[in-house]
C-alpha cells in the first residue's frame, strides 16, 4: 500500500504561481511519484491535493516538494498537509 501525502494549495494564485504549481504537480508524476493527484475543494482559500507514492520513497518525494516549493518561492502558497 502507498503513503499519502496531501499539499495544500491555495485556490488564488497569480499566472507565475499557478505555473510553478502546474510544474510542480507535473514533475511529481513525470519523476514516477504518483501516477494520479486527486483535488478536492478544502474551504474558501485551499484545494487539497492528494496522491499516494511508494513507501520506500515517501522520504524523497517530500524533500522533492520541500525543494521545489523553497526554488519557486511558493512558501505561501504550497504547503504539505
Known amino acids: 500500500m502507498g503513503k499519502a501525502i496531501k499539499l495544500q494549495i491555495r485556490k488564488e494564485l497569480n499566472g507565475h504561481q499557478q505555473l510553478n504549481v502546474i510544474r510542480l504537480k507535473g514533475s511529481l508524476i513525470s519523476n514516477g511519484y504518483t501516477e494520479i493527484i486527486h ?6 482559500e485551499f484545494h487539497i491535493n492528494t496522491f499516494e507514492t511508494s513507501p520506500n ?9 520541500n525543494v521545489f516549493i523553497n526554488q519557486k518561492e511558493l512558501n505561501n502558497t504550497v504547503s504539505v498537509y
Do not use: H, K, R, S
Open 39 to 44: 483535488i478536492n475543494d478544502y474551504d474558501d
Open 57 to 65: 520513497n515517501a522520504d524523497e518525494v517530500l524533500n522533492f516538494i
